[in-house]
């Protein structure tokens, strides 16, 4: 599955697909077995991805075991962890796009199940969140 997002300091009113993205972030870590998850992105772009071992690639890149931290906090189960708030935390971490803060005004917003567990998730990853070496 592919999803989109812009992230912007105004409204962003364009919906259409995003293809050239600045930043692609990788939720599941089976995705980095090729290269189709880096199509698309600008040079000089950067990657941010849930894996818990190296990653080869030939851009700006940034790991978090995400997996980790959702089993941790009780996000989901060992055969599906819920590890989106651990990676927009990364995300963060990684490219200060958006501020934690934010991030946590959010999750206290808009995440109804297990709203502590899912902030520490962004927070732990904010803070654990590494750049890959090439």
Do not use: C
């Not at 077995?33 to 700006?60: I, R």
């Not at 980790?68 to 990364?90: F, K, Y």
């Amino acid at each position: 599955m592919t999803a989109f997002a812009r992230i912007a300091p105004e409204a962003v009113d364009v919906r259409t697909n995003v293809y050239a993205p600045d930043v692609v972030v990788v939720l599941d870590p089976s995705l980095l077995k090729g290269a189709d998850y880096l199509s698309g992105l600008k040079e000089g772009g950067t990657v941010v991805a849930n894996t818990d071992g190296p990653l080869a690639v030939d851009t700006e890149a940034y790991t978090i075991d995400a997996t980790r931290i959702a089993l941790e906090e009780g996000l989901g189960s060992r055969s599906v962890p819920i590890v989106n708030t651990a990676m927009v935390g990364a995300l963060a971490g990684a490219t200060h796009i958006v501020g934690l803060e934010a991030i946590l005004r959010s999750i206290a917003r808009l995440v109804p199940q297990k709203p502590e567990a899912n902030r520490r998730a962004a927070e732990r990853a904010f803070a654990e969140v590494r750049r890959a070496v090439r």
